[in-house]
């Protein structure tokens, strides 16, 4: 059954493509073999580089305002759903503040509470990225939504952070351990249930406390299932031309002509992770 908010994200989407608002970004798709048999995907951009992927100086806050035309809903006062400018997949979805807070600090209640009232219709696999070494591309708060059909797997690397959540089968020397924490999800999400895990896992993965600390300790990745929450503690936001953001713990990796994709073809996908995790964790 589809969703209000997912047939709302249709219909602006297909007004925002008529009027230019939207550009989506034409890729080709190719895979690579992980450790463990996982598969990521990895897209290559064909389109012109988009200015939130182009190294540049101060811009224009794109959320304050929001491009009305890619409005998909309000969330309360605090919050408002708007389509991705240029969107890889379709109906992928940003929940922003409507008034400015910054993204390099925590999260609020009322960010989880937004997140949860939409995912009680709308799940898929929700991720955050904590500032520019982290992936973001913009400093106004924003979490990000790719929906999911009911059955259809959430990540390309669903199943590590299973295994993880779970502690079962993972090995204590895989590195990217040191850097991530990751807990199951076995009850109905709420604002205060998203709060609770995501500061106790921020606080075991040393990025400190709110009650200590006015924003984050370091940079990170934020990932989110209906099964299971992950943070990953970062240090650089790309290496070898490749920006990575937390879709690319996800799975997911976009490359451009500037990525050296001879070097992740020979060396794997997780020497890409693990380059730009916080080895310090």
Same mark, same amino acid.
């Given at each position: 059954m589809t969703s209000e908010l997912l047939r709302k994200a249709k219909e602006v989407t297909?007004?925002?493509s008529a009027s230019g608002a939207l550009v989506p970004l034409d890729t080709t798709l190719t895979h690579l073999m992980g450790d463990g048999g996982s598969r990521f995907e990895l897209r290559h951009l064909l389109s012109a580089t988009p200015k939130h992927l182009r190294a540049s100086g101060p811009k224009p806050n794109p959320f304050l305002p929001w491009d009305q035309r890619l409005e998909v809903d309000r969330i309360g006062?605090?919050?408002?759903?708007?389509?991705?400018?240029?969107?890889v997949q379709t109906s992928h979805m940003l929940l922003i503040t409507q008034d400015w807070q910054p993204q390099t600090g925590w999260l609020s209640m009322e960010d989880w509470r937004s997140l949860a009232r939409i995912d009680a219709t709308t799940t898929g696999l929700w991720?955050?990225? #904590? =500032? %520019?070494d982290a992936g973001a591309s913009q400093p106004h708060r924003h979490l990000q939504l790719l929906p999911r059909a009911a059955g259809e797997r959430i990540c390309a690397r669903d199943d590590w952070f299973r295994r993880c959540a779970q502690n079962t089968t993972m090995s204590a020397q895989d590195p990217l351990l040191r850097s991530s924490?990751?807990?199951?999800?076995?009850?109905?999400?709420?604002?205060?249930?998203?709060?609770e895990l995501y500061l106790a896992l921020a606080d075991d993965l040393g990025l400190g406390h709110p009650t200590t600390d006015d924003c984050p300790r370091g940079a990170y990745n934020l990932l989110l299932s209906r099964q299971w929450m992950a943070i990953v503690r970062r240090r650089r936001e790309g290496i070898r031309g490749f920006s990575v953001n937390a879709l690319g713990f996800a799975g997911s990796l976009l490359s451009t002509d500037a990525s050296d994709r001879q070097w992740i073809q020979? #060396? =794997? %996908?997780?020497?890409?992770?693990?380059?730009?995790?916080?080895?310090?964790?």
């Open positions: 297909v007004a925002a006062d605090s919050h408002v759903v708007i389509l991705n400018k240029y969107p991720f955050f990225n #904590s =500032g %520019p924490r990751v807990a199951a999800i076995s009850s109905t999400l709420t604002g205060e249930t998203l709060q020979r #060396s =794997g %996908p997780e020497a890409l992770l693990q380059a730009v995790v916080d080895a310090d964790g």
